[in-house]
């Protein structure tokens, strides 16, 4: 079983960056795809990010695409989400997780990052 603690959320101001850290506390199937989620509120938590974790490909939903970089230290089992150019629009909470690639995730949800971004 794996289980993620994400960090690095705060406070900013649009345009802005924030560094976001997912990390890992056990063994990540290697065919597997770690994956951020936002979940803003009174809203469904969707896929904004996606790595494979053998490969490092990497894929983006179209609101945060040439904004965020998804990338990973397999060493230190961890994911990272840079965030630059914030906007009001990504404030939610951020979530990692993982699986088959265009699989639900399987690992129970942690607790997440709070993101928000206001002047």
């Known amino acids: 079983q794996v289980q993620f603690v994400e960090s690095g959320g705060g406070l900013v101001q649009p345009g802005e960056s924030l560094r976001l850290s997912c990390a890992a506390s056990g063994r990540i199937t290697g065919t597997y795809s770690v994956r951020w989620y936002r979940q803003a509120p009174g809203k469904e938590r969707d896929v904004v990010a996606v790595?494979?974790?053998?490969?490092?490909?990497?894929n983006y939903a179209s609101p945060v695409k040439g904004r965020f970089t998804i990338s990973r230290d397999s060493a230190k089992n961890t994911v990272y989400l840079q965030m630059n150019s914030l906007k009001p629009e990504d404030t939610a909470l951020y979530y990692c997780?993982?699986?088959?690639?265009?699989?639900?995730?399987?690992?129970?949800w942690g607790q997440g990052t709070r993101v928000t971004v206001s002047s």
């Open positions: 997780n993982a699986g088959p690639p265009t699989r639900p995730p399987l690992y129970a």
């Open positions: 790595i494979s974790w053998i490969g490092g490909t990497t």
